[in-house]
Antibody, heavy 121, light 106 residues
Framework: QVHLVESGGGVVQPGRSLRLSCAAS????????MHWVRQAPGKGLEWVAI????????YYADSVKGRFTISRDNAKNTLYLQMNSLRAEDTAVYYC??????????????WGQGTLVTVSS | EIVLTQSPATLSLSPGERATLSCRAS??????LVWYQQKPGQAPRLLIY???NRATGIPARFSGSKSGTDFTLTISSLEPEDFAVYYC????????FGGGTKVEIK
């Protein structure tokens, strides 16, 4: 079955960087777009970024554009999110999610359990 | 940005009752509306996509419908495991979520 496991979260100071990883298994990773979605503590959901199945196309929320970079290593079945210039408002649980279709349909049919990123001095 | 407004914010019902959750879009999203369920401490779970299509493994008591820019998630008879927060999400353009409806035990 599909399994997504995020890692790399933690406490980081404002302005610093952090890289999240998401290890995928149970499906043909290199044929699906992948997403990062975040949820601030006690708040709703926000779509952060998406990468196409082959890594050639990437799209970002305005709130993270220019600071975050999504990427993937299909040989390792792993999704990444490089987060630079972190701000307090980036504090959230970050989920990786699989797209339901090969193209980016923005339907997230499987989600990881999330990793908490706390930006605080 | 397309704004999704969910109502009510909280729905207090008893097991066995019918739950009706609403999601209104600020502009047309066609039928590109998705519903998720989230329980405390868990990731969201896909329930319904494209307004009325149940995701794999979702029980038939969950159904979705559309009328113009108004969307409805109906749970025909609440089971104990259905008490959770429900989010709608549009995928017509850059995806956005509604604020959620909490279905709590009365």
């Amino acid at each position: 079955q599909v399994h997504l496991v995020e890692s790399g979260g933690g406490v980081v100071q404002p302005g610093r960087s952090l890289r999240l990883s998401c290890a995928a298994s149970g499906f043909t990773f290199n044929t699906y777009a992948m997403h990062w979605v975040r949820q601030a503590p006690g708040k709703g959901l926000e779509w952060v970024a998406i990468v196409s199945y082959d890594g050639s196309n990437k799209y970002y929320a305005d709130s993270v554009k220019g600071r975050f970079t999504i990427s993937r290593d299909n040989a390792k079945n792993t999704l990444y999110l490089q987060m630079n210039s972190l701000r307090a408002e980036d504090t959230a649980v970050y989920y990786c999610a699989k797209d339901q279709y090969g193209s980016y349909s923005y339907i997230a049919d499987y989600w990881g359990q999330g990793t908490l990123v706390t930006v605080s001095s | 940005e397309i704004v999704l407004t969910q109502s009510p914010a909280t729905l207090s019902l008893s097991p066995g009752e019918r739950a009706t959750l609403s999601c209104r879009a600020s502009q047309s999203v066609s039928s590109y509306l998705v519903w998720y369920q989230q329980k405390p401490g868990q990731a969201p779970r896909l329930l319904i996509y494209d307004a009325s299509n149940r995701a794999t493994g979702i029980p038939a008591r969950f159904s979705g419908s559309k009328s113009g820019t108004d969307f409805t998630l109906t749970i025909s008879s609440l089971e104990p495991e259905d008490f959770a927060v429900y989010y709608c999400q549009q995928r017509s353009n850059w995806p956005t979520f509604g604020g959620g409806t909490k279905v709590e035990i009365k």
